[in-house]
């Protein structure tokens, strides 16, 4: 084991003893909880594929130069350095703006992270991630719809869909109010990313479309380069913030939904993923931003506030030919908020020099996902052990909640 910064393995010593006190270990509680009192979550689903090795890097790594050679960022203190946190793990520069919040303690990050989902695709990884089962097509409805009807709501609608449709991961039979801008945006690159998915095996359209969409690319990135990126994905982010705004001042209302999601397309970094100036950076600065403004449009109600920011896989360690990376496997998950216990990074690290490397290419994944989002319901959301384990995550015992995520 290269470094445990602040392993899961090291926190999952104590769990006998929590267990022993908490109501995650109380079989006798209830299986269904309140609406979590005023806490409120947030899912940001950021789909494509993020490359956490990018957001995050782990840059005291001894293995990091070489594993990412041409997009290793600079080291702290240089020009377009990464910003540190804790001597190991960094931010990308152009996510700046969420460092005071970790020092703060309102931000923590996850590192090393994945589903069980061990292929390619986009669709799969994405309904496998949304359903909360080992398969991509193993529920029809979402693994946080399912923890919402486990929640004493007294008729409201506790759960909220922001943007043009309703992700699996919040749909299923539990209602939920949806908003959405009164103008819809442009197809941005993550709906072009799920075509061009769709048809990547037809001998037909999978190359006509790769091309004409290759060509449209570099059309938009010749006639609108000055701004960081295409005129499309200025648009699609605009559109966002919009959302994230919504998202904020909505849940804010005293009597408003208790858990949100939204999604952000685009982040499929197969080609011009860059350091400090590529296409990449343009999508981190957005998310900063998008960050920011929701901290702000929630007001008072920040402090009982959670944002989990998620994605369906990382990206393949080394840059490909085209100078980004492809779809790979473990990445990292941001979790934000007043009520975040921050200020770390759970990782176990597992390193990234050849011979640690899964299938000699991708970031090993040492935390599942699911701990990840046991812990998030367990904590923020007040739900049983019980309703998890039983309802919400079936047949996933052996997957342990991640604890401590929240200020309790």
């Known amino acids: 084991m290269l470094r445990n910064l602040v392993s899961r393995r090291r926190e999952l010593e104590g769990t006998a003893a929590l267990a022993a006190t908490s109501d995650l270990g109380n079989i006798g509680h209830a299986a269904r909880a309140d609406a979590g009192g005023e806490k409120r979550l947030v899912v940001m689903f950021l789909r494509g594929g993020l490359d956490g090795l990018a957001a995050v890097p782990p840059y005291g790594d001894p293995a990091y130069r070489k594993a990412r050679s041409s997009l290793a960022i600079a080291a702290p203190g240089e ?15 152009r996510l700046a703006p969420l460092l005071p919040f970790y020092r703060q303690g309102e931000l923590l990050i996850v590192h090393a992270l994945a589903s069980t989902h061990r292929g390619r695709s986009h669709f799969d990884a994405q309904n496998l991630i949304e359903n909360g089962t080992t398969m991509p097509y193993g529920a029809e409805d979402g693994w946080l719809n399912r923890a919402l009807g486990r929640l004493d709501s007294d008729g409201r609608k506790l759960g909220l869909a922001v943007g043009g449709g309703t992700p699996l991961l919040i749909r299923g039979r539990t209602p939920i109010a949806t908003w959405s801008p009164t103008v819809l945006p442009a197809a941005d690159a993550g709906f072009l990313m799920q075509l061009t998915d769709l048809y990547a095996e037809d001998p037909l359209l999978g190359p006509a479309l790769a091309e004409g969409i290759k060509a449209q690319g570099t059309q938009a990135g010749l006639m609108d380069n000055s701004r960081g990126g295409p005129a499309g994905a200025r648009r699609g982010l605009k559109a966002f913030q919009v959302n994230v705004r919504a998202a904020g001042e909505l849940r804010a209302a005293p009597a408003g939904p208790r858990v949100a999601v939204l999604e952000l397309g685009g982040w499929d970094s197969h080609a011009g993923q860059g350091t400090t100036n590529g296409r990449l950076n343009f999508y981190l600065e957005a998310l900063a931003t998008s960050l920011v403004t929701l901290r702000a449009a929630l007001g008072d109600a920040w402090q009982s506030s959670a944002i989990l920011v998620m994605t369906e ?15 790979g496997t473990a990445g990292a998950a941001l979790l934000f908020g007043g009520v975040v ?10 390193g990234l020099a050849a011979s640690q490397l899964l299938e000699g290419r991708d970031l090993r994944p040492t935390i599942e996902t699911r701990a990840l989002f046991k812990g998030l319901l367990h904590d923020q959301l007040g739900l049983a052990e019980p309703a998890i384990e039983d309802h919400v995550f079936p047949n996933s015992r052996a997957v342990r909640a991640l604890p401590g995520l929240v200020k309790l």
């Open 341 to 350: 216990a921050g200020a770390r990074v759970i990782s176990d690290w597992p």
């Open 79 to 93: 020009a377009g350095g990464v910003v540190d946190l804790d001597g190991f793990f960094g931010l990308h520069p």
């Open 313 to 327: 896989f990382g990206r393949t360690v080394a840059p490909n030919g085209t100078g980004g990376t492809d779809h």
